[in-house]
C-alpha cells in the first residue's frame, strides 16, 4: 500500500487542522493506521492508532481530548483531526500502515509499521 498525507500548514495556537493520509495499491481495510511525527531535531514519537475497522484507536497522551484519529475505509483515507493546537505540536506528521494483527502494547512502536507516508508540515504559531 501507499500512502500519501496531506492538510498541514501554518495555523495558530488553538486553531484545528484535519490531516488526511489517501492511500493506494492494497486496500486500506486490510491494514491498522497511525499517524507519528516529528519535531525539529527530535526523535519521531507516536500521535494516534486506529484499528482496521475503527473500533479502537489509542492516543500519546499530550494529544487525547483535543486530536481524533478516524478512518473511512470506502475511500482508502485516514483522517486525523487536530483541535486546540499547541506550539508544541509543531512537527512534520506521518501516516503509516501496520499489521491489524500487532499486540496492542506494540501500536506505538515505528518499527511495527511496513508502510509510510512521505510527511506534512504542521506549524504552530503563538
Known amino acids: 500500500v501507499q500512502l500519501q498525507a496531506s492538510g498541514g500548514g501554518l495555523v495558530q495556537a488553538g486553531d484545528s487542522l484535519r490531516l488526511s493520509c489517501a492511500t493506494s495499491?492494497?486496500?486500506?481495510?486490510?491494514?491498522?493506521m497511525g499517524w507519528f511525527r516529528q519535531a525539529p531535531g527530535k526523535e519521531r514519537e507516536f500521535v494516534a492508532d486506529?484499528?482496521?475497522?475503527?473500533?479502537?484507536?489509542y492516543y500519546v497522551d499530550s494529544v487525547k481530548g483535543r486530536f481524533t484519529i478516524s478512518r473511512d475505509n470506502a475511500k482508502n483515507t485516514g483522517y486525523l483531526q487536530m483541535n486546540s493546537l499547541k506550539i508544541e505540536d509543531t512537527a512534520v506528521y506521518y501516516c503509516?500502515?501496520?499489521?491489524?494483527?500487532?499486540?496492542?502494547?506494540?501500536?506505538?512502536?515505528?518499527?511495527?509499521?511496513?508502510?509510510w507516508g512521505q510527511g506534512t508540515l504542521v506549524t504552530v504559531s503563538s
Open positions: 503509516a500502515a501496520r499489521s491489524t494483527r500487532t499486540h496492542i502494547a506494540a501500536v506505538a512502536s515505528s518499527d511495527q509499521y511496513r508502510f
Open positions: 495499491g492494497r486496500p486500506l481495510r486490510s491494514y491498522a
Open positions: 486506529i484499528s482496521w475497522g475503527g473500533g479502537s484507536t
